[in-house]
């Protein structure tokens, strides 16, 4: 079983209002990982960190933003959530090596009304 | 470009049978690694198996198996003796460099199968 935890699992929001998303792993992982997945779709790169103070935008444009002052800590925060924002992020972190596989976190299901 | 094609939205199997989702990809890379990763309805992601781009063999992993032809650069995913469990969406994921070092996993659209009893 995976060591990497997202909370919370589930958030209703208002639009405006400022939220992060947490992530955690305790497996040592220099690579660490946010996707976004919309119900039923493909999982799209929205940020990436390669180690401590060093984060990188993804293939999908995102408003969010993300911090890695600890290895093992990897939060992402909406400043002002809209409606748009709805949908499912997925934090992983992974070893650095292209033959291993990326571990996943179960999951932030976002609604904003 | 879309680099991991899942041509099948969705697929039914009758349980105990055997199914086959497709999955090709597209590299300029020689090294790199494909996966498969189960989803069920709750939402996690569920590391399934493992090929890398050298390895000779067609990766098995209890009733998984992973069908390789690199000439043709496609991956099918193969489940054997199907059981209920196995609805879920199933996605093929490939491992290439990032623009900044390191690897990033890029994914499919994703394939829903349903299993029927």
């Known amino acids: 079983e995976a060591d990497i935890y997202q909370t919370p699992r589930y958030l209703v929001i208002g639009t405006g209002k400022k939220i992060t998303l947490e992530c955690s792993q305790t497996?040592?992982?220099?690579?660490m990982y946010w996707y976004q997945q919309d119900p039923g779709m493909e999982l799209h790169l929205i940020h990436y960190?390669?180690?401590?103070?060093?984060?990188e935008k993804g293939d999908l444009s995102s408003e969010s933003t993300v911090s890695r002052i600890r290895t093992e800590h990897f939060p992402l925060t909406l400043e002002s959530a809209r409606p748009s924002h709805t949908s499912q992020y997925l934090c992983?972190?992974?070893?650095?090596?292209?033959?291993?596989?990326?571990?996943f976190g179960q999951g932030t299901r976002l609604t904003v009304v | 470009a879309q680099k991991i094609t899942q041509t099948q939205p969705g697929m039914f199997v009758q349980e105990k049978e055997a199914v086959t989702l497709d999955c090709t990809y597209d590299?300029?890379?020689?090294?790199?690694?494909l996966f498969w990763y189960k989803q069920p309805s709750s939402g996690e992601m569920i590391f399934l198996i493992y090929?890398?781009?050298?390895?000779?063999q067609n990766a098995t992993e209890g009733r998984y198996s992973l069908n390789f032809q690199k000439a043709r650069k496609s991956a099918n995913l193969v489940i054997s003796a199907s059981q209920l469990g196995d609805s879920a969406m199933y996605f093929c994921?490939?491992?290439?460099?990032?623009?900044?070092?390191?690897?990033?996993?890029?994914f499919g659209a994703g394939t829903r199968l349903f299993v029927k009893a």
């Open positions: 497996m040592g992982h220099d690579k």
């Open positions: 994921a490939m491992r290439e460099p990032f623009n900044t070092g390191g690897f990033k996993t890029i």
């Open positions: 960190s390669y180690g401590v103070n060093s984060t």
């Open positions: 090929q890398g781009s050298y390895d000779q």
């Open positions: 992983a972190s992974s070893e650095t090596s292209v033959n291993t596989e990326a571990f």
């Open positions: 590299t300029s890379d020689p090294s790199y690694g």
